[in-house]
Antibody, heavy 123, light 107 residues
């Protein structure tokens, strides 16, 4: 079954770091890009960044520059998102999503999502 | 960054109704517009891509239209299981922004 399986909930103190994993099942992770999206409690969706399928290049939203690192491990078919210097407003559910890119229409769509990982930042 | 504004922010409709949600972009995004459905407590699910293409497996009562800066998601013959929040997303340029969401309630 094609799916993305994410790591479990985490509780972190302000200033700490968190790493969320996203394991691809049923397909080869690096055949697609992976985006990370977060959702604060009761709020909307916020795109954080992506890692490309081609060479592992990454791109982040400006607000996360310097705090987020996106990586993939091809040996385990797993993507990772690390967020550093955590603050209380980083409390959110973090999703990974598979990016399907059409070579003909050049459009991108997020066609497969992980189940989400709740990260709570609290002293 | 490209801003997406959805309207309404919430709406209530009855089973069998036709519902329309609008998404407006702050600049042209051509047809690089996707729609997602997020049921309570679940991950988002892709409904429509490239403004009007129905994702495989999505019921045909969902449809999308528009291009440039104005887009519409239409749900025909509303069903009880359509209770969810709906988001538009642009993938014309990074950052891939989302609209603020439209919460659909069933009367």
């Amino acid at each position: 079954q094609v799916q993305l399986v994410q790591s479990g909930a985490e509780v972190k103190k302000p200033g700490a770091s968190v790493r969320v994993s996203c394991k691809a099942a049923g397909y080869t992770l690096t055949n697609y890009g992976i985006s990370w999206v977060r959702q604060a409690p009761g709020q909307g969706l916020e795109w954080m960044g992506w890692i490309t399928r081609y060479n592992g290049n990454t791109n982040h939203a400006q607000k996360f520059q310097g705090r987020v690192t996106l990586t993939t491990d091809t040996s385990t078919n797993t993507a990772y998102m690390e967020l550093r210097s955590l603050r209380s407003d980083d409390t959110a559910v973090y999703y990974c999503a598979r990016e399907y890119f059409s070579d003909t229409s050049m459009e991108v769509r997020f066609d497969l999502w992980g189940q989400g990982s709740l990260v709570t930042v609290s002293s | 960054d490209i801003q997406l504004t959805q309207s309404p922010s919430s709406l209530s409709a009855s089973v069998g109704d036709r519902v329309t949600i609008t998404c407006r972009a702050s600049q042209t995004i051509y047809s690089f517009l996707n729609w997602y459905q997020q049921e309570p407590g679940k991950a988002p699910k892709l409904l429509i891509h490239a403004a009007s293409t129905l994702q495989s497996g999505v019921p045909s009562r969902f449809s999308g239209s528009g291009s440039g800066t104005a887009f519409t998601l239409t749900l025909n013959s509303l069903q009880a299981e359509d209770l969810a929040t709906y988001y538009c997303q642009q993938t014309y340029s990074s950052p891939y922004t989302f609209g603020q969401g439209t919460k659909l309630e069933i009367k």
